[in-house]
């Protein structure tokens, strides 16, 4: 089983900064199964990267995501208020079918 | 526009069989390519994938739970049934219900959830 792990657990940024968080796999992945979910409690969550770097349509461009291998990074150029949340990194295509990694919260400093 | 939402109790006894449904808008479920994915996340536990149902009715569980989870869909109401047997305190979770993406890899509309809690 391929396990995700993300750092840093927590991510503690001010408004208009830029957040790097981090999705590493256990072993080589494809990119193409790699997506990005924010989750904000109370609401359905959000998927703002897929295919480790494309962005679905209502999606601002302020999200990216980039990378290959074993290592995934989702960046946040400019933080928005509405951008505090949970991010959470998940794998398709392995035992189980969708795996989830455990998340990184970014909070307002 | 895609909407889903979950329904079902909020509190359900040890052993008894959680049934959860999920109805949904904007997609059918007769359209090629179509699926729709049972996820849940125990309090402060990742989330984890418990299984999809497709179009032409094909059906993947997670292997950990493959025993204890049956997903079935009313074509006529919109509606994705979730069973879940046996249930334990360990599977207090919010319950959500999610659409494919077209790629089949990733999930692009969810529903808000639905807290189930397992309790005597």
């Known amino acids: 089983e391929i396990v995700l792990t993300q750092s840093p657990g927590t991510l503690s940024l001010s408004p208009g900064e830029r957040a790097t968080l981090s999705c590493r796999a256990s072993q080589t992945i494809s990119s193409d199964f790699l997506a990005w979910y924010q989750l904000k409690p109370g609401q359905a969550p959000r998927l703002v990267i897929y295919h480790a770097s494309t962005r679905p349509a209502d999606i601002p461009d302020r999200f990216s995501g980039s990378g290959s291998g074993t290592d995934f990074t989702l960046t946040i150029s400019r933080l928005e208020p509405e951008d505090f949340a949970v991010y959470i990194c998940q794998l398709y295509g392995y035992s189980p079918l969708f795996t989830f990694g455990p998340g990184t919260t970014v909070v307002i400093k | 526009q895609v909407t889903l939402k979950e329904s079902g109790p909020t509190l359900i006894k040890p052993t008894q069989t959680l049934t959860l449904t999920c109805t949904f808008s904007?997609?059918?479920?007769?359209?090629?390519?179509?699926?729709v994915a049972w996820i849940r996340q125990p309090p402060g536990k990742d989330l984890e994938w418990l299984g999809n149902?497709?179009?032409?009715?094909?059906?993947r569980y997670t292997p950990s739970l493959e025993s204890r989870v049956t997903i079935t869909k009313d074509i006529s109401k919109n509606e994705v049934v979730l069973t879940m047997t046996d249930m334990d305190p360990a599977d207090t979770a919010t319950y959500y219900c999610?659409?494919?993406?077209?790629?089949?890899?990733?999930?692009?509309?969810w529903g808000q959830g639905a807290l189930v809690t397992v309790s005597a």
């Open positions: 904007g997609f059918s479920l007769t359209t090629d390519g179509v699926g």
């Open positions: 999610a659409h494919r993406c077209s790629s089949g890899r990733c999930f692009d509309y």
């Open positions: 149902i497709y179009w032409d009715n094909d059906k």
